[in-house]
Each structure stands twice: as C-alpha cells, then as structure tokens.
C-alpha cells in the first residue's frame, strides 16, 4: 500500500468496505439541527439521533472520513496550533460504526487486521500499546486472548478524573445519554523522543501517540446516575487521519506529512521565504493549518461574524493573518493559499472548487478589514500606554482590547516588549476565564438527553394526497412524559399517530396546524414535530379526553396549507432565479417557508440592485405564468445526485429520496408540500433584501393572496400621495421632485438667514468677553439657538477673538446644551473637553468632542449657575499652572 495521505484515506474506507460497511460522505462542519454543537468535532456527530435512539438507519454497518473542527465549544485546539506537533483545529477523522451490528470483538479484530495486516497499514505489533477502561475485562481479555497482545503492553485506565465512569477510558455524549468504555490503540515512535506511557506523569509527551479511540456504546446514563444497558449496543470509532499518517510516513509531527509538507511550500513560495528547513517555523505551521479550517468551513455556509460559529471563523483568519505579520508579511496573502490548498487536498477539496472564487473573496475581505482593526487597536493601545503606571500595562486593557476590538494578546505583549512595559497576563487571564465561564453557563452542552421525547413508533405521512385522514392514536405525551390519557386543561400535549396527513417541520417548512377529533373528543393542533420516525401533533384537549388507542379524524388547516404551499414552491423559483441572474457561486445558507410569507438566505457578497431584484420578480413570474408542471419522482440518492438534483441539506439517513422538479428550471431533493403546477403561485413579490451577515443576503418574499393585497395596498398610496400633491399617479414623480427642488432651495435660503442671525450674535458677544491673563475670556447664556448655530457661532467667535476661551448654553424647551470652544493656540494649556467636564460634575449630564471644541446636554439646570462662575476661577488655575510648569 503507498503511503500517502489520499492513499491512506482511500484504504481505510476500502477496508471497511470489504467488511460490509456502507462508505458515506462526510456531513457538514455545521451541525446540522443540533444546538449542542459549535462545530462537527467528532465522525459520529452525524449519527448522533441514530445512538440516541430516535432515528433509524438504512445500514447497520457505516465508515466516513470526516471533515472535523476543534477551535470553539467544548472542544478548543485553537491556542494550541503552532505550539505541538499534533493539534489542529481542521483535521480528518476516520471512522467505522455499528448500529446495534457487531460489537466488542469485530470491533478490535478489524482494527487489528487493518493495521498490522501486510496488505494493509502493516505497523509493527510490538510498537503498538492498548489502553481499556478499568472494568472492561470483556475488552481486555479479547486483546489479550483473541488478538494475542501481551498483558504488559495492554494498560487498565481507572476513574483518573475522582468520580467513576469520568475516565478517559470512558466516553459519554453528555451528562446522560448513550455512554460507554473505550479501548484505545497508542503507537510507539521510539526511545528517543520525551513521553511515557497513557496514564503516567509524562503521557502527554509525543513518544506514545494515540492513533484510535473504540468506543463501545452500551449504556444509556440517567440524571441521577444509573447505567441502563442498551438492548443494541453500538461501535463509534475515530482515527486521525493525520496522526495515523505520520506514522505511516515515518515522521513524528504531523505537520510533517506529504500535504502539509506540500502546503508549507506553496505558503512559503507565496509569501516569499526562502528558509523553511525541516518546516519548524511555527507560524507556517499555523498558517498551514488555519487556512484548511478557513477554506472548509466558508464552504460549507459558515462566514465571519462577531457571533457563535461566524465568530470563531474571524478569530482562526486573524489569528492566520497575525502570524503571517510575525514572519513579515506586509501585503494580503491569505486568500492567496485557496488556490495551494486545493491542489494539496486533492479529491477531498472537490466541493470547494465550485466556490473558490467567492471562498478567496471572503477571506481577502476579511484580512483588508483586519489591517483596519489592527491600526484601530494601536491607536488604542499607543492611547492606554501612556497612562501606564509601574510599567505595567493593566488586564483590563488588555482583554478590551482582545475582546472587543479583535487585537492579539500576543502582539498587545510585542508593543509592549519594545517600550520595556510588561503586561498583566494574570490578569487577562482571569478576566478570559470569567468570560468562558459565562458563555459555558449558556451553552446547551450540559443537555439532558435523558429527558428527551424517545418514541419507537412510526408515523406514516399521507399528507401529500390527503388533506384529512383516520388514524391511531399510538402514543401521547405530557410535558415530554409518555402518559396514556391527555384531559381538557393538560398542557404540553403531544399526540403520536400512525398515520397523519400533518406535515411535521423540516426542511425550513414550518408544520401543519389543525384538528384531531372524535365524537367526545376534540384537540386542536398548534404544531407538529418529527420525534426520529414518528410525527408528533403539538397542542391541547379543547374537549372530553384522548386516550392511546383511541381512532381520531385528523383534519389539517387547509388553507393554511395551500398558502405554505405556494411559498415553498416559489422558494425553489426563487433558488433557480438566483443562479441566472447573480452565478452559480451562490449557496443556501437557510431558509423559511411560511403560510403568509418566505424567507431565503444565500451567499453573496453586496447588496442586491433594485434592477437585479426587478430581474429576479420578472423570471420568477414568467415561470408562473408558463404555469410549468411540479413532479415528484422517488429514487436512490446516488441517481438524484447523477441526475442533477441540488441537495440543500445534509440527508444521510435517507438512501432512497424524493425529488422535486420544476418544469426545466429546477431539480431539487425536497420532502416538503409543494403545489401541483406553477401557475397554481399566482404572484411573486419581494418585500425586502438585506445583509445579515458577512457575505450572506436575505430575501423576503410573498406569493399569492399576500402578494395582490401588497400590490393593492402600494396603489393605494401610490393614489394617496398623488391626490396629496396635486398629480396624478404617471407623474408622481416628477412633482414630488419639484417640490424636493423648492425644498432644498428653501432650506438654503434660510440657512443663508440662520448663519447671517449667527453672525450678528457673535459681533454682539464679543463685547461681553474680559481679559483674563492675557486672552479672551467669554461665558454666555443664549436663548433658543439650536446647535447647529452654536457651532457657526463658537467658530465665528474664534476667529474674532483671536486668543480665547468660549463657554455658551443655549435653553430650547427647556433643554439645555452646553458648548465651549478653545482657540488652536490655547490647547495645550486647556481643553474644550476638560471645560465642559468640569461644569458637568456639578450639573450632571454627558457629551463630549474635540480638544477645541465640546459640547454636552446638562441634566441639574438649577447648579448650573453657580458652576458657570466657578468658570473664571477654573481657567485661572489652569493658566497659573501652564506658567509654572
């Protein structure tokens, strides 16, 4: 077997395929569904509902090389990129499952064979060690006996955390919920290089490197602690594909492996270094791996942001960026390593090509406005030092500056270092360990699985053909506890049938609403929800009581119904509309579709232009009008995808699927309720387009009975307006621009009055100035001058006097704004902003501005008096301690 990455890649999914084992893509980096995760940290999160119990699979037996992110959430490698041979915040997980297939001893056989077999990785056995949990004499036995490892080299890893089953040895998805022990496979690397063994002192050493993690799921763990046994224990597994590639590769860093090698290179060619010898340079090394998470996680819909997922996107490029200006690099280069990475991931970067040019723009936008930051932030930071005391730059500052301004801890320290001021770094520290303490208490990681609606029943939908339908009750729920009886004032009323004609949320699809009724009985239904294979109708008894068993005529909202019809119908429309008029580049990024309205977010760098949106209207309302046939076929997802169908969401459990098609203009995967001809939608209308997030746009648009009211109703204004400026609805127009023409011309004409009054005012004022030391000292109270003449009038008086200081308030209704103005000459012996702070401590309020100009809205109108004629006495001071000075 060749031992490159691909190659390596490539015969693990082989091997496991030869063990009947159904090779899938890897899913998202976003989560999908999953409020529990930041990121995709793990190959089994994609499986998580099928551990959990409540979904289904199509195979028993899976294996994936997934795309994986650790630099946020639960599980950070960020800080410690660049600084070990082995961390990286995007790294390829390979993974084989078994849901309730084989277990323990498959588990391990295949294992073994894969890596010691000739044909395979054939790793020396004795240069591999195994760690079990402390009580699994199951899996320690068959390594022991079955596989034939040496006893000594087999090593039990108890409660090393004080609290059983908290092990390393023992994985669990949350504090309750699937659990179980796990078996780890270590690789020797050799005498010499530092570690010691799992479980001693120096394990974290790199001499024994973990290469594989087995985890036997046989558990379910309740709140109060209990172990429930599953009735099908399952397998998840997880092995680096980088760390397994150094071994094979015969190298100990992982950074020095054939696509990293090749990376660095390109990074080094692009950014002009010449000495990379042996690839050492940390900053590279970070590069190197930042721009892997960079580049996947902007194709798969993440962008940056100053929140959750977009935020840790910002930090990786900043991060990337900052250590790029650590080995000097003066220009943008980031964006420039797009081109590099995808040659060096090879087939696994195919989905990133279709998007390569809007990936490069993303991030050379994001590092141009990093360069701002970063001059924002030294202004910043040149500003605090200068208050530095004891040489010590504060924690305080520090995290301001990290947390809210994007600055660098690192290069805070570096512009500090060169000035010999130290920061506070326990500090920042304590004041970065208050905030992880926060964002944890908010998270939802700490979820009760066990307190999670878990129901074997199936659900079949008929509400593609039916619109009403007979059924079986086959479950209720109360406050998410299966009962067997729901009564008239129950709340959190869940209702489970056999077959329903309800359409359950998905798919951006809001659910169904309705009507479950009998005889003696009548729930009116707010909701429905999909819970793994069965569909769940949200609501309450209105009248008698339902009880499990019971038969109930469900009836859905069938108005409601046709409305979110038309919309997710012209949902599609619009995704069609989109690639025609904006490129192929655009990507779903969300979407909802509602009874009175949708909503479609995509990828897109600017604002959409109001002829771009008339464009998009025209297409949309053409395919209307062509009154195009919808059809739906049935087929394997394999054909879906060779026949050109767009997948807008990941769907792994699903090997047979329905598509969607739109006349000739679209073909989409779509489980949602849709009309049967276009023509069907009546009107498209956009209401409204807007940013929500770097690089991403939102259209919102109406159909149907929404879209003619909308029409009327702009008509009606339109007819409003026109009778309100004498015009009819043609001309509009033209008048409205007439009169905006007088308007402008009448503002001018009293603004020439406005500054004449100002300039009459100032000639008055200045003969209320006094000598004062050698300058102009002038304090007035003016009556209903607004503050835009304030300004024209401190500016007049500046030049008249030549040399000094301006205090005026002006009292409009009751408000009183103060202004003081200092000329040029005067302010480094005082400034207009200490003047205005020191009338505001005795009157209260807040404003501020420049150093020859300030101003502020007073709060205690009644001291304001006696701080005016402390005025004189003020300026004296600072005058006398000028001199003195």
């Known amino acids: 077997m060749k031992n490159s990455t691909a190659d390596i890649r490539q015969a693990f999914l082989d091997f496991y395929h030869s063990k009947g084992h159904q090779i899938l893509e890897s899913s998202s980096l976003m989560p999908n569904n999953d409020p529990t995760l930041l990121f995709t940290n793990a190959g089994m999160n994609q499986f ?36 070990t041979s082995r961390h990286h915040t995007f790294f390829e997980m390979l993974g084989n499952f ?33 760690t079990v949990y402390n009580t699994d004499d199951e899996a320690f036995n068959i390594w022991a006996y079955e596989i034939g490892i040496p006893q000594d080299r087999i090593i039990r890893i108890g409660n090393n955390k004080g609290i059983p089953f908290t092990s390393d040895n023992f994985w669990q998805m949350g504090n309750t919920g699937p659990c179980g022990p796990c078996t780890e496979i270590f690789y020797d690397h050799g005498d010499h290089i530092y570690g010691g063994l799992p479980g001693s002192s120096d394990e974290n050493g790199d001499r024994y490197i973990e290469i594989w993690n087995i985890v036997f799921i046989q558990f379910n763990r309740q709140l109060d602690g209990t172990m429930l046994p599953l009735s099908k224990p399952s397998v998840d597994t997880g ?49 190197a791996d930042h721009i892997r998470s960079c580049v996947f996680l902007i194709a798969d819909g993440i962008l940056p942001s100053n929140e959750g997922r977009g935020y840790v996107l910002r930090r990786i490029i900043r991060r990337a960026v900052r250590h790029g200006a650590i080995i000097g690099v003066k220009e943008p280069f980031f964006y420039k390593l797009v081109t590099p990475l995808i040659e060096v991931m090879g087939v696994f970067a195919n989905q990133l090509k279709c998007k390569y040019l809007i990936i490069k723009q993303i991030l050379k936008n994001e590092e141009e406005q990093f360069s701002r930051t970063l001059e924002r932030g030294l202004a910043l930071l040149n500003e605090a030092l200068v208050n530095v005391t004891n040489d010590t730059l504060d924690g305080e500052t520090a995290f301001l500056l990290y947390d809210t301004y994007g600055f660098p801890l690192d290069l805070t320290i570096d512009v500090c270092r060169d000035l010999n001021i130290k920061v506070d770094i326990i500090g920042f520290k304590k ?47 109360c406050n998410n506890k299966a009962v067997d009886i729901i009564n008239v004032g129950d709340s959190g009323g869940i209702v489970i049938l056999n077959e329903t004609p309800f359409y359950a949320e998905s798919g951006g699809q809001i659910g169904d609403t309705g009507q479950l009724n009998r005889q003696d009985m009548s729930f009116l239904v707010a909701d429905t929800k999909k819970y ?19 038969k109930v005529e469900a009836t859905i909202n069938e108005l409601r119904r046709h409305s979110i019809c038309l919309n997710h119908s012209a949902t599609h429309l619009l995704h069609a509309a989109l690639f025609q008029v904006l490129g192929k580049h655009i990507s779903q990024q969300g979407s909802l579709v509602s009874d009175d309205h949708l909503r479609f977010d995509f990828s897109h760098f600017k604002p959409i232009t109001f002829k771009q949106i008339c464009k998009l209207e025209d297409i949309i309302n053409l395919y209307i009008r062509r009154n195009l ?91 409003k307006s026109s009778f309100l400026v004498k015009s009819d609805t043609q001309n509009l127009a033209n008048k409205i621009q007439v009169i905006m023409n007088k308007y402008r011309s009448l503002e001018k004409e009293l ?11 100032s000639i008055i004022l200045c003969n209320h100035a006094i000598d004062l030391m050698g300058i102009k000292l002038l304090v007035s109270c003016l009556n209903d001058i607004d503050v835009k003449m304030l300004h024209i009038i401190i500016h007049n008086l500046k030049n008249k006097l030549g040399s000094g200081v301006i205090f005026l308030t002006t009292n409009i209704n009751g408000k009183v704004t103060l202004a003081a103005g200092i000329t040029k000459d005067l302010i480094d012996k005082v400034t207009a902003n200490d003047l205005i702070n020191m009338v505001l401590k005795q009157t209260g309020g807040k404003g501020g501005g420049r150093p020859d100009m300030a101003m502020a809205s007073c709060i205690n109108i009644v001291a304001l008096p006696q701080a005016i004629s402390n005025i004189k006495s003020w300026i004296t001071q600072k005058l006398c301690c000028t001199i003195t000075s």
């Open 629 to 719: 046939l919808i059809q739906t076929n049935i087929m394997d997802l394999e054909d879906a995808k060779a026949n050109g169908a767009i997948a807008l969401f990941d769907d792994k459990y699903n090997k047979i699927v329905r598509v969607l098609s739109i006349g000739d203009v679209s073909t989409e995967l779509c489980c949602g309720t849709h009309v049967s001809q276009t023509g069907d939608i009546g009107l498209f209308r956009i209401t409204s387009e807007m940013g929500i997030a770097s690089g991403v746009r939102r259209i919102e648009a109406i159909t149907g009975k929404y879209a003619i009211t909308a029409m009327q109703n702009d008509t009606d204004i339109l007819r």
């Open 98 to 130: 078994s849901f309730g297939d084989y277990f323990k001893y498959e588990a391990i056989k295949f294992a073994w064979e894969l890596l010691t077999d000739k044909d395979w990785f054939n790793l020396t056995k004795e240069k591999l060690w195994v």
């Open 751 to 761: 603004q020439f009055f406005k500054n004449r009054q100002a300039l009459q005012e």
């Open 431 to 477: 004041l970065i360990a208050t905030q992880r303490c926060r964002a944890k208490q908010s998270s939802h990681f700490n979820i009760d699985y066990s307190n999670l609606i878990y129901s074997n029943n199936i659900s079949s939908f008929s509400g593609y053909d039916n619109i009403k339908q007979y059924s079986i009750v086959t479950a209720l729920f």
């Open 239 to 287: 092995m680096g594909l980088e760390r397994i590639a150094a071994v094979l590769q015969n190298v100990t860093s992982n950074y020095d492996i054939d696509i990293f090698r090749d990376l660095i290179t390109a990074i080094a060619n692009i950014i002009g270094i010449t000495d990379v010898s042996k690839f050492s340079n940390k900053s590279l090394c970070v590069i």
């Open 48 to 83: 998580k509902d099928i551990f959990l119990g409540i979904n289904k699979y199509n195979y028993n037996r899976v294996t994936t090389c997934q795309r994986c992110i650790r630099a946020g959430g639960k599980h950070n490698d960020l800080e410690h990129v660049g600084y």
């Open 532 to 550: 793994g294979l069965a569909i769940g109708h949200h609501g309450k008894v209105i009248h008698g009581s339902l009880k499990v068993g019971s």
